[in-house]
């Protein structure tokens, strides 16, 4: 089945299948691990090999090489803001645990409306 990718599409987001949320989230939480892996390497592991193997002035570096890398970053923050959100309720994929913060990168379920996301995943939290 084709998943629709936008918001406005004629989907019944509060009544999705079982199914369908975890399809449609795990294919949400590949885009943000993939955006995150991205920033981590263009950022520190990119700039680590130009300026400390290949010798590259930190200065052209920062001054080249920074504007082109550095845009992922914002990219990658308003895709967790606005996209990394449980399919049905979509609010962000919290603990579910008393007194734990902030958003899952691996949840199990929603911590909202209890809806499962990621229940087979090996890292997967609750
Ligand atoms: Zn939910």
Redesign the pocket.
Known sequence: MKIPLGTRSPLDWKNLSPDLVIKIFSRRHKTALTLGILIIFLNIILPFIFIKIIGIEKDVYVSWGLPYTGILLPIGVLYIIFRY???????P?TSTKVGAQGVLLFPKK??????A?LPHHPWSTD
């Open positions: 959100r449980c399919p049905r309720c979509n609010a994929p929603c911590g909202n409306c209890g809806v996301l």
